[in-house]
């Protein structure tokens, strides 16, 4: 039994071969926009653009799934060319963007700049990983840098959204970090711009900052952590320690908790808070602790802090650190989630 229509009986293999022909072409540059249309059959993009009916691939999918959900051949059958299809749709899409795209930055003349509208519809209703096939499809078809393209004709905060939005995951990582040492974005003699790094390093995966150090590197033929130590002076040493840690691979970024081990790390920073004036507080003692530990840990461990001494850790914490080193800590109590709402708020 077939499942792309009710016509067609078309072996598997055929199917992968002719999904893995098309994806290479696409990635080639070859395919342009009349040979993606003709890839895509009448009956998939009927299915893509209303309700299926009876001689939908959709459809049939479906009566496939309906009649011989039990037979693994037909179900393996019904995915390949799920996923075949799916592959399609998004080489259609990123031709499409991108002839929305061209249009939309020769509409820029002396006195307008590119067409907002179509460049938003283009943009910023897509995911990254559909972005970055956009971009390497403008390349194939125009031979130009779609970010590079799109940044001439916009201005203001509104072109550096679209610079960032248009940027694969490692890129963002080290835009941010060229915007951070770049201080004549904050001014002269201002240094660095802390917040910037605080709010990439607690909101990325070890793996994600080791692969957005790897561009920056690359580009810059520079060492991050020899910049870091560099823009961040005796005054932010104690963020500076923290910040490497969080990239180095010595953080735990599982699920699992600890109580009996949160409620003892609860007791060590209680006691290191309560020093007095006189008495030299332990900030890397305090970096060590939260900065290793899991979100879900740290999480605990200020349940048991609150519950124990009666008042916050955020709290216990405020005043005894720099206000830099104070922010980053605190955010590393909270999801990434939270975070990113508390700073938005």
């Known amino acids: 039994m077939g499942c792309c229509g009710s016509t067609e009986e078309e072996p598997v293999e055929a199917v992968e071969s002719e999904a893995v022909t098309t994806h290479q072409a696409v990635e080639s540059g070859v395919t342009r926009t009349e040979q993606v249309r003709v890839d895509l059959n009448i009956a998939e993009s009927a299915a893509v653009k209303a309700k299926p009916g009876n001689e939908t691939f959709i459809s049939s999918v479906l009566k496939a799934r309906m009649e011989a959900a039990d037979n693994a051949a037909t179900m393996k059958d019904c995915c390949i060319r799920l996923q075949a299809h799916n592959r399609k749709l998004k080489e259609y899409v990123a031709v499409y963007d991108c002839q929305t795209i061209k249009g939309a930055v020769d509409e820029a003349g002396w006195f307008s700049g ?55 995951p490692d890129e963002y990582i080290a835009d941010i970090f060229d915007r951070a040492f770049d201080v004549a974005l904050i001014g002269p003699d201002m240094g660095c711009d802390e917040t910037a790094l605080l709010e990439i390093f607690v909101t990325r995966t070890q793996e994600q900052l080791q692969a957005g150090k790897a561009k920056w590197e690359g580009r810059t033929d520079k060492s991050l952590v020899d910049e870091l130590n560099s823009e961040l002076g005796s005054s932010y040493r104690h963020l500076n320690k923290l910040l490497q840690l969080l990239y180095m691979g010595d953080r735990r970024e599982d699920e699992e908790v600890e109580e009996e081990k949160a409620q003892k790390q609860a007791e060590v920073i209680k006691e290191e808070v309560d020093k007095g004036w006189f008495e030299d507080f332990d900030e890397s003692m305090i970096i060590t602790v939260i900065g290793t530990n899991t979100t879900n840990q740290n999480q605990l461990m200020a349940q048991l802090y609150e519950k124990t001494f009666g008042e916050s850790l955020v709290k216990g914490l405020k005043g005894k650190c720099g206000p830099r080193l104070f922010d980053a800590l605190r955010a590393l109590l909270m999801t990434k989630t939270d975070f990113i709402v508390h700073c938005i708020i």
């Open 114 to 168: 590119a067409n907002d509208r179509k460049l938003i519809a283009a943009l910023f209703t897509r995911t990254k990983s559909q972005l970055q096939r956009t971009r390497k499809q403008y390349r194939d078809m125009y031979d130009k840098d779609l970010r590079k393209e799109v940044m001439d004709d916009t201005e203001g905060s509104y072109r550096k959204l679209v610079y960032y939005a248009l940027s694969a």
